[in-house]
């Protein structure tokens, strides 16, 4: 089968040129995991959308790089293939060069980290209290997930031509 992934730009944010490359990237991504017949949207926004959303759903009045809605429901379409639906990954566009900044990655690198993230969480996988850190090895097994899919996907551009 295939996966299905929706990727827009919040109302007034400039569309990035490279917005194209974030569906095969993540396609990939998710085939890589064996995720087959699964249907996800991606969403960047500013950080007062998404500071919007952090304070709805989590309760902290601050905007952070990456959100994940779990959805888990299943439908039929029209030709009566099953497909199952992930959830939603949003990421600010504004965050994510401070993050890179922080890190001491580029933009690219970082943008990969976030989608990543954002499909890992979609499929249950948690961090608990442990997060991404400079120089330090990570412990749980979503981060150990997520880095050894950054060392897979290296020298991949999503941001680039």
């Not at 490359?21 to 699964?38: K, R």
């Not at 060069?97 to 990655?105: D, I, L, M, R, T």
């Amino acid at each position: 089968m295939a996966n299905s992934i929706l990727v827009d730009v919040d109302e007034g944010v400039e569309k990035p040129v490279w917005i194209e490359n974030v569906e095969p990237f993540v396609g990939n991504v998710m085939e890589s995991l064996g995720y087959d017949g699964e249907e996800l949207s991606i969403l960047f926004c500013s950080d007062a959308f998404i500071r919007k959303l952090n304070g709805e759903y989590r309760n902290i009045d601050a905007p952070t790089d990456v959100l994940s809605f779990e959805n888990g429901d299943s439908y039929a379409d029209d030709s009566g293939k099953e497909w199952f639906c992930a959830g939603d990954i949003v990421i600010s566009l504004e965050t994510l060069p401070k993050n890179a900044s922080y890190f001491e990655v580029d933009e690219n690198e970082e943008l990969k980290r976030l989608l990543i993230h954002g499909i890992l969480h979609l499929h249950g996988m948690d961090h608990g209290d442990e997060h991404v850190e400079k120089g330090r090895e990570p412990e749980c097994e979503m981060l150990r997930i997520q880095k050894d899919l950054m060392e897979k996907f290296a020298g991949i551009l999503v941001m680039g031509a």
